[in-house]
């Protein structure tokens, strides 16, 4: 479900990376998926925990985005990225962090906003897809749903 949503999210913004990671900030993922532009090889999984910590570093935005932008010798810049605009994804019920979607692209912009005003709902509605795919594999798994 969540490679589903985020290669949708990275199509849909033609970016060259969209990463979609649901955990507790500050610690490595409990899953994560990854969405590439044609010919742009996936992030190892110790780039995208390098990343994340980059981005959460970041302060955000009036609209709550993580916007950083490469220097070099930086994360973005060995992914092949010079902006990166993370949007923390939010639990409904605790009201908690539970991840983040990140979408990246190799030059800056006039679009930024624009992936910025998309995001939200996308990484909302990931998260529910993600919290239901969860709920009903724990209940098939204690024969609820047969």
């Given at each position: 479900?969540?490679?589903?949503?985020?290669?949708?999210?990275g199509t849909?913004?033609?970016?060259?990376?969209?990463?979609?990671?649901?955990?507790?900030?500050?610690?490595?993922?409990?899953?994560?998926?990854?969405?590439?532009?044609?010919?742009?090889?996936?992030?190892?999984g110790?780039?995208?925990?390098?990343?994340?910590?980059?981005?959460?570093?970041?302060?955000?935005?009036?609209?709550?985005?993580?916007?950083?932008?490469?220097?070099?010798?930086?994360?973005?810049?060995?992914?092949?990225?010079?902006?990166?605009?993370?949007?923390?994804?939010?639990?409904?019920?605790?009201q908690?962090?539970a991840?983040?979607?990140?979408?990246?692209?190799?030059?800056s912009?006039?679009?930024?906003?624009?992936?910025?005003?998309?995001?939200?709902?996308?990484?909302?509605?990931?998260?529910m897809?993600?919290s239901?795919t969860?709920?009903?594999?724990?209940?098939?798994?204690?024969?609820?749903?047969?």
């Amino acid at each position: 479900m969540l490679n589903t949503a985020v290669n949708e999210v990275g199509t849909y913004l033609r970016v060259t990376r969209a990463l979609a990671v649901v955990g507790t900030p500050g610690r490595p993922p409990e899953m994560a998926a990854e969405f590439c532009a044609h010919g742009v090889k996936p992030a190892p999984g110790a780039q995208v925990v390098l990343l994340l910590a980059h981005i959460e570093k970041a302060e955000p935005d009036e609209l709550g985005g993580l916007m950083v932008q490469a220097a070099e010798g930086s994360i973005l810049s060995d992914l092949g990225l010079a902006t990166a605009l993370g949007v923390m994804i939010t639990d409904k019920e605790t009201q908690m962090p539970a991840g983040m979607l990140i979408v990246g692209a190799p030059k800056s912009t006039s679009g930024d906003l624009t992936k910025h005003i998309s995001c939200r709902p996308s990484a909302d509605q990931m998260l529910m897809s993600v919290s239901h795919t969860r709920l009903r594999s724990a209940g098939a798994a204690h024969g609820r749903f047969r």
